[in-house]
């Protein structure tokens, strides 16, 4: 077991954000974080990223404990936060650069494997969001640790980029199998990419259903036609119905 | 680039204008040379006297360069320190404000009684008008960095160290950039007020013998230089800046 996450809670003053929550990433698998706005999920990013410390409970990566300990994850946020100083290149570099010289060899090839060859000497400026996103996903890549924490790394792209950057992130998944963690608010999102999926009720937030995916892999656009996904979206959204009605 | 131009183009033909109502108005009114002198006759000045004004350059420009670089420098540095540790902040940044309160002019006769005429005291004075805009405008930048991109660095486990140089510093360089500026225009100033009070040559020095002789004209050729001198520092500080700051949308 990669991360182990046990009994956690945490609040900000009154807020209770996070009660006890239980979960846990494989090595090598995916898996999605489901729940409302402002249920808790970046918050649970912070936590394990030893952004803010935990009231209760215990972070395992590795089984070692890391409580407050940062530098342990690589980390995809919300919007794609590349610094517009620095160029496509010096982008992809910057996590990697944080523990020591980065391989910039590596870099061009990966930026060449996502069709950003062209691209290596820009600015952030000259990019489309779908381009910034994929620089953003490349630079956590670089950063060589075993934990991808992704925050809803999509949910400001449009329809049709998103849809192509959901098959482009499940392809350089299938050639790298690193462990995931992703944050999403959609159920179509979680289904089509995740191996298994947990979903939030909303605040204070508690683990309200886990849910294994069973499609294999490889994965594309063909499955979100399927029978068998619509009936996995009917019965997750149950449990989503619940948390918006009451 | 061409935006730039036609703007910069529009302010040039306007200042003309300006030029040449005051030839006009001069010339209509009669006005005695000793009073207000034409543009005409400044620039007629600037042609036959200047054997007696050259030597005044040099020295000016080169007192107003070294206290600006001087003046940036302590300024950068103090900023810096000042925005890493936010207990010598609290003690230090409003007793710099205050001294912001003290004209540097009253300190000038102070500085040369201390440090006699020579190059140390006119630099202090430079040095002093110089700092204060390039510490509050780099404080400003440093705090003004995107929160985001210091949520980033956070969460991939950035040590503050590195967030300073790799992020805080590299972005506020536009706003450092906005004080560099305006304390180009001032080291100008300042250089010049410092001559006033003594020296061997330098523009305020020949300001000072044109006004006792009542040559109204070389003042006002003195003036107009002291301007050239300020337009052309901007000019190459707005050059640095195309230089370095880079990927970000442009700022008029
Ligand atoms: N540092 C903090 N201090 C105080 N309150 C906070 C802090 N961080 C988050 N919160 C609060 O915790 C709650 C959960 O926030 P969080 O950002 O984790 O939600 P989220 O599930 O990621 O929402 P979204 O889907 O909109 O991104 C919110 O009500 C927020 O205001
Ligand atoms: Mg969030």
């Not at chain 2, 900023?79 to 007793?95: D, G, M, Q, T």
């Not at chain 2, 006002?220 to 880079?246: C, D, H, P, Q, W």
Request: net charge positive; aromatic share 12%.
């Amino acid at each position: 077991m990669l991360l182990n996450i046990n009994k956690l809670n945490k609040t900000f003053g009154d807020l209770h954000v996070l009660k006890d929550i239980n979960l846990t990433v494989n090595e090598g698998e995916f898996v999605a974080i489901l729940g409302p706005s402002g249920s808790g999920k970046s918050t649970l990013f912070q936590l394990i990223g030893g952004n803010q410390i935990p009231d209760q409970g215990e972070i395992f990566l590795n089984d070692e404990l890391i409580n407050g300990k940062k530098g342990f994850i690589s980390y995809m946020p919300q919007q794609p936060s590349l610094f517009p100083w620095r160029t496509v290149l010096e982008n992809v570099v910057l996590a990697a650069e944080l523990k020591g010289k980065p391989n910039y060899e590596e870099a061009k090839q990966w930026l060449a494997k996502v069709g950003l060859a062209d691209f290596e000497n820009s600015y952030p400026i000259e990019l489309s969001g779908g381009m910034k996103q994929r620089v953003s996903f490349i630079r956590a890549l670089l950063s060589k640790q075993n934990l991808l924490c992704l925050d809803e790394p999509f949910s400001a792209l449009d329809e049709f980029t998103r849809l192509k950057m959901q098959k482009w992130l499940l392809s350089v998944w299938e050639e790298n199998r690193k462990s995931i963690l992703f944050i999403t608010h959609s159920i179509e999102e979680a289904i089509f990419l995740a191996d298994r999926i947990y979903i939030l009720s909303k605040r204070p937030a508690e683990i309200k259903a886990e849910i294994k995916v069973p499609f294999s892999r490889p994965r594309d656009e063909r499955l979100l036609e399927s029978s068998e996904f619509f009936t996995l979206k009917q019965e997750i959204f149950q449990y989503i119905r619940e948390e918006i009605t009451e | 680039m061409r935006t730039f131009w036609q703007r910069g183009g529009k302010s040039f033909l306007f200042l003309l204008f300006l030029f040449i109502l005051w030839e006009v108005l001069v010339r209509l009114t009669e006005t005695p040379k000793w009073l207000l002198p034409a543009p005409s006759d400044v620039l007629k000045e600037a042609t036959v006297g200047f054997d007696t004004f050259s030597g005044h350059i040099f020295p000016t420009i080169s007192l107003a360069l070294i206290g600006l670089v001087i003046g940036s420098s302590v300024g950068l540095i103090i900023a810096i320190i000042l925005y890493r540790l936010p207990k010598v902040n609290e003690l230090f940044y409003p007793l710099l404000i205050l001294s912001q309160n003290i004209p540097t002019i009253v300190l000038a006769p102070l500085l040369i009684i201390w440090f006699g005429f020579g190059m140390l005291p006119k630099l202090i004075v430079i040095s002093l008008v110089c700092f204060f805009p390039i510490v509050v405008a780099s404080m400003d930048g440093f705090r003004q960095t995107a929160p985001e991109l210091k949520h980033y660095m956070q969460m991939v486990g950035a040590s503050r160290r590195q967030i300073f140089w790799k992020l805080e510093f590299p972005h506020s360089l536009p706003s450092i950039f906005s004080g560099l500026k305006i304390a180009a225009t001032y080291s100008v100033m300042g250089a010049v007020i410092s001559e006033w009070l003594g020296a061997k040559a330098g523009v305020g020095v020949y300001m000072t013998l044109a006004q006792s002789s009542f040559r109204i004209d070389r003042v006002f050729l003195a003036i107009f230089f002291i301007m050239l001198l300020s337009v052309i520092l901007f000019g190459v500080i707005r050059l640095i800046e195309k230089l370095l700051v880079k990927g970000r949308n442009e700022g008029a």
